[in-house]
């Protein structure tokens, strides 16, 4: 009986730290927080606009690669190294 009621309470203590943020707010995080812009934020800005920007170049770049030199086969993936069909490598 005494594991039921240890477990049933740390279940009640789990619940309730995962769901306290949701019913009081959580800490605001960052600049926010502090009001205060630092040279790590810039930095972590200009990384994450740098990651968007090779995101979106790959997304909208044409393929290199449509079909096969050897066989033909129509290559499906952007990121194929080698034909699905025949495994010659591709250009």
């Known amino acids: 009986m005494?594991?039921?009621?240890?477990?049933?309470?740390?279940?009640?203590?789990?619940?309730?730290?995962?769901?306290?943020?949701i019913f009081f707010g959580g800490r605001p995080e960052g600049p926010a927080a502090t009001g205060v812009v630092d040279d790590a934020t810039i930095?972590?800005?200009?990384?994450?606009?740098?990651?968007?920007?090779?995101?979106?170049?790959?997304?909208?770049?044409?393929?290199?690669?449509d079909r096969c030199a050897a066989c033909g086969t129509?290559?499906?993936a952007r990121d194929a190294r080698y034909c699905s069909t025949c495994g010659n490598r591709l250009a």
């Open 2 to 21: 005494i594991p039921l009621v240890i477990g049933a309470a740390l279940a009640v203590v789990a619940l309730g730290y995962v769901l306290y943020p």
């Open 43 to 65: 930095v972590d800005a200009t990384v994450d606009e740098e990651i968007e920007a090779a995101v979106r170049a790959y997304r909208s770049g044409e393929q290199k690669n």
């Open 74 to 76: 129509p290559v499906v």
